[in-house]
């Protein structure tokens, strides 16, 4: 199984938000087609047609969890949802 699909599902069941690598996430929106900007510890990242904005922080090495959160909603509001 690919690294990018075995961390979408980690994202999209909910049940590890508070365990879900930040390089990893980060990776899995920028092969998403998001835009990555960072200002200070913030990672903006858009993306053309998509109103929502992610902004990540670090929590040591994970991301946190109420931003994986955001994520995921994100994902499966704008049906970003990769079947692989």
Known sequence: MA???RIM???LSGRADSNIPFAN????LKSLGFDHR???SHHILTK???RDRIN????GTHA???????VRKTL????????E
């Open 3 to 5: 690294k990018k699909t």
């Open 9 to 11: 599902q980690k994202v």
């Open 25 to 28: 996430l980060l990776s899995l």
């Open 38 to 40: 960072q200002s200070g």
């Open 48 to 50: 053309s047609g998509i």
């Open 56 to 59: 990540l922080q670090e929590d």
């Open 64 to 70: 946190k969890a109420y931003q994986v959160r955001q």
């Open 76 to 83: 499966i509001t704008n049906q970003l949802i990769s079947n």
